[in-house]
Structure formats: structure tokens, C-alpha cells
């Protein structure tokens, strides 16, 4: 599983998605975004984001455990 969230996320706040994330364990990778927003991958351009999440979806490689990407 791979979590995409931005840091300033109005919606969905990153208190959840670090819960998440610790609820899946070894199984999830989380990413976190420098941006505000609630859509991270494809709406917003950081192309850290989208590299990872398309290597993901198309290769299925992992990012480390938890991972940060610059606005």
C-alpha cells in the first residue's frame, strides 16, 4: 500500500495518515508532500510525488518506509 498525503491537508489531517500507515505496518509506505491541498498525485505538481507514485503503480517498487518530497 502507498499513502500519498500532503502535509497541509485541509480534509484529510496527517495525524490520520500517520495512523494509517502504522496500521498497515511493514505492509505501507507513506509519502508525504511539502503542499497543502487535498489531492496530491496528478493535481498538484510535485514531480517527487509523481515519480514515486508512478513507479509504484507501474514497477510496483516501494519508496522507504516514510519518505518526504520538497514542495
Keep these: ?5 500532503n ?5 484529510t489531517p496527517l495525524a490520520g495518515a500517520q495512523e494509517l500507515r502504522k496500521a ?8 508525504t508532500a511539502d503542499q497543502g ?3 496530491a498525485y496528478l493535481f ?11 513507479n509504484f503503480l507501474v ?3 516501494r519508496p522507504s ?3 518526504t518530497c520538497e514542495a
Excluded at 500500500?1 to 498525503?5: C, P, S, V
Excluded at 498497515?24 to 509519502?31: E, I
Design 1 to 5: 500500500m502507498l499513502i500519498l498525503q
Design 7 to 11: 502535509l497541509r491537508d485541509p480534509a
Design 24 to 31: 498497515f505496518g511493514s505492509r505501507a509506505r507513506m509519502v
Design 37 to 39: 491541498g487535498h489531492l
Design 44 to 54: 498538484l505538481n510535485n514531480q517527487c510525488v509523481h515519480a514515486i507514485a508512478t
Design 59 to 61: 514497477n510496483g517498487d
Design 65 to 67: 518506509p516514510e519518505h
